[in-house]
């Protein structure tokens, strides 16, 4: 069965540092696709980045980069040059390819201090 | 462009009531999704529609029913409702190329007493 883990429930980071997320997937499944959402304290899921498990260059969008390694079945956000309004719960998940839904981790809860 | 939206926002239902949670995309997309969330955790799958016509159980189906009315409306129906469903509920959209995310609505908070 296809699993998402997140060992991180909290983690406290500097503004203007940079922070890493980590996420490890267990799958059989040769091709998948990984995603991070962000939920601020309003409750929106917000997509950040996605990441094709047979894509050969880690994602990135703006601030935000994943890194993939696909041998340790991890892929972690990275946060550069964090700000106050990144303070969220932020997700990782993994899309199923039958039908497409996300399988989600339990999140962890990213607090950016001043 | 609205993207997913989601009514109601709020709801408190008396244990044994039934209410229809509503759900419509304006992106043309043809896959369709139900989630809850409870607290602390992340986000678990009730019911998805891969297609118009097509509806299928995700990991937690049991108490609920769904119906894919049309392409762009999708609504999840809690017959008896139980306090064990007290969650916020999300509705979310899919496109259909193999980058393509899906994209969520706001949240439904539902409170059984």
């Known amino acids: 069965a296809q699993k998402i883990t997140q060992t991180q429930p909290g983690m406290f980071v500097q503004e203007k540092e940079a922070v890493t997320l980590d996420c490890t997937y267990d799958t059989s499944d040769q091709s998948y696709g990984l995603f991070w959402y962000k939920q601020p304290s309003s409750g929106e899921m917000i997509f950040l980045i996605y990441q094709g498990s047979y894509d050969e260059q880690n994602a990135t969008e703006g601030r935000y980069s994943l890194n993939f390694q696909k041998a340790r079945k991890s892929a972690n956000l990275v946060i550069s040059a964090s700000q106050l309004g990144d303070s969220a719960m932020y997700f990782c998940?993994?899309?199923?390819?039958?039908?497409?839904?996300?399988?989600f981790g339990q999140g962890t809860e990213l607090s950016v201090k001043p | 462009n609205a993207g997913v939206t989601q009514t109601p926002k709020f709801q408190v239902l008396k244990t044994g009531q039934s209410m229809t949670l509503q759900c419509a995309q304006d992106m043309n997309h043809n896959s369709m999704y139900w989630y809850r969330q409870d607290p602390g955790m992340g986000l678990r799958l009730i019911y998805y529609s891969a297609s118009e016509g097509t509806t299928d159980k995700g990991e937690v189906p049991n108490g609920y029913n769904v119906s894919r009315l049309n392409k762009r409306e999708f609504s999840l129906r809690l017959e008896s409702a139980a306090p064990s469903q007290t969650s916020v509920y999300f509705c979310a959209s899919r496109g259909t190329t193999s980058a393509d995310t899906q994209y969520f609505g706001p949240g439904t908070r539902l409170t059984v007493l």
């Open positions: 998940a993994m899309r199923d390819f039958t039908g497409g839904k996300l399988i």
